[in-house]
Nanobody, 117 residues
Framework: QVQLVESGGGLVQAGGSLRLSCAAS????????MGWYRQGPGKQRELVAV???????NYADSVKGRFTISRDNAKKTVYLQMNSLKPEDTAVYYC?????WGGGNYWGQGTQVTVSS
């Protein structure tokens, strides 16, 4: 059983910063891609950023230059540094981890990020 536990969400004013963390636990030999998704009020879940096991990254256009994804493979943890936050970044942020060799795709429980104007 694999579990992902997120932390770091909260309320911040526009222009502020937050850092999200997501730690994976369970019987895990390795993790392929790790990513962050978000779902705003009345919206579909969307990709925010993804990072491969080798460190390659990809970002949604809306967060490029403001958000940075990173990971610590030894700790099985992925981070999302969010700077210059905007009210439109308000959403529940979900961590995702894909295991290789058909090991499955896992989600965290979500953490709320609220940006006030």
């Amino acid at each position: 059983q694999v579990q992902l536990v997120e932390s770091g969400g909260g309320l911040v004013q526009a222009g502020g910063s937050l850092r999200l963390s997501c730690a994976a636990s369970g019987i895990i030999i390795s993790i392929s891609d790790m990513g962050w998704y978000r779902q705003g009020p009345g919206k579909q879940r969307e990709l925010v950023a993804v990072i491969t096991s080798g460190g390659s990254t990809n970002y949604a256009d809306s967060v490029k230059g403001r958000f940075t994804i990173s990971r610590d493979n030894a700790k099985k943890t992925v981070y999302l540094q969010m700077n210059s936050l905007k009210p439109e970044d308000t959403a529940v942020y979900y961590c995702n981890a894909a295991l290789p060799w058909g090991g499955g795709n896992y989600w965290g429980q979500g953490t709320q990020v609220t940006v006030s104007s």
